[in-house]
């Protein structure tokens, strides 16, 4: 079996990673292709943390005329959708999950408790951290940042649709110019947008490394967690 390079991961899934090419709602086979990836990894050992985004349901920009904290909180809800869509397709294949959310909705999942999802994933159970960090105006990106500083994980592996970070898009721009390595400050100074400025500065004031990286590929999140891949390193 493959060695991982990592003992504890937070990963961030976009909500639009579940819909595939329907780009909203759900496609049964994106999200089987994400979770045998995620059942593999956790065979190999690795304690596996969660944020999942909402975008395949909601985001937050797309109606100016929600006021913004309503719009944040429905984005909210969406992510406690995705995080009890994957929960019941990893559990359907014998790995045992817990669904923690920042919002209190405890008859679906479990107030966020720092200590009591360590335990878990030192207990090999995945653990999928739904309503981001529960405040309106922070986005799933400094969800994951946060919760990778509160578990103390590795690594935040940030999958995209693209396989790293480029200077411009490269959907637009045949000539982008990919990264194999960029600071901390370096990706703010660029003001490169493959995350929040805020989810980097997190990273960075707690010294977590970030790893930028395609979903798509095959094998891609394996190979993340075991060194085979070529995304980008932020840190």
């Not at 984005?75 to 994957?86: C, E, R």
Request: contains cysteine.
């Amino acid at each position: 079996m493959e060695k991982a390079i990592y003992k504890r991961i937070l990963l961030k899934i976009s909500g639009e990673a579940l819909a595939g090419n329907n780009h909203s709602g759900f496609d049964r086979e994106s999200i089987n292709k994400v979770v045998d990836e995620l059942v593999k990894i956790n065979n190999m050992g690795v304690e596996v943390g969660i944020v999942v985004g909402g975008g395949n349901f909601w985001r937050g920009r797309q109606g100016n005329e929600i006021e913004r904290t309503t719009a944040d909180y429905m984005g909210m809800l969406a992510t406690v959708i995705n995080a009890l869509a994957l929960q019941d397709a990893i559990e359907q294949r014998g790995v045992e999950t817990r669904v923690m959310t920042a919002l209190s909705i405890d008859r679906i999942g479990e107030p966020y408790n720092t200590r009591k999802a360590v335990g878990y994933l030192k207990e090999n159970k995945i653990v999928i951290f739904g309503c981001g960090t529960g405040n309106p105006y922070f986005s799933t990106d400094t969800g994951a940042a946060l919760r990778a500083a509160e578990i103390k994980a590795d690594v935040l592996l940030l999958a995209k649709n693209i396989d790293g970070v480029y200077d411009s898009d490269p959907k637009l721009n045949p000539d982008a110019k990919k990264f194999s390595e960029l600071k901390y400050m370096e990706f703010i100074s660029k003001g490169l947008k493959a995350m929040d400025t805020s989810s980097v500065t997190l990273c960075m004031e707690n010294n977590i490394k970030i790893f930028v990286f395609g979903l798509g590929e095959e094998n891609s999140i394996s190979d993340a967690v075991t060194g085979k891949s070529n995304g980008t390193v932020i840190g």
